[in-house]
């Protein structure tokens, strides 16, 4: 008996060549993992302050402005300007009101107003 017959067909069309294979650096927005825990203890404060305010971001922007500060300092991610991250002073949110949902109280549902028919 052949023994290739056992061999997923993936494996036995795997080409297994010494040619050099190139690697592409990661797309920008992709980073490295923390795993020697560099910067937990910024992430925890922010989460913590996510939590606490709701999920409302913008109540949080220093501790996650820190913590992306700590990345970078670590070569966890590519050092950028953070004023051009959304971190400068005119990006600050001023006032922000939460959304009350008032409309879906009443019964409203998103998408119901449209009048024509769809092809799926």
């Known amino acids: 008996k ?5 061999l997923p067909s993936s494996i036995m069309s795997m080409n297994f060549s010494s040619s050099k294979q190139f690697v592409k650096p990661p797309q920008r927005g992709i980073f490295p993992l923390d795993h020697d825990s560099e910067c937990r203890p910024q992430m925890q404060v922010y ?3 996510l939590k606490d305010s709701k999920q409302q971001h913008h109540k949080c922007r220093d501790f996650s402005k820190e913590y992306l500060q ?3 300092d670590r070569e966890l991610m590519a ?8 971190f400068s002073s005119e990006a600050r949110v001023q ?3 939460e959304y009350d949902k008032s409309k879906e109280r009443e019964g409203y549902i998103a998408g119901k107003h449209i009048e024509r028919k769809t092809k799926w």
């Open 47 to 49: 989460l913590e302050c």
């Open 79 to 86: 050092k950028e300007d953070l004023n051009k991250m959304g």
């Open 70 to 72: 700590c990345r970078m």
């Open 95 to 97: 006032s922000a009101e």
């Open 2 to 6: 052949q023994h290739s017959n056992f």
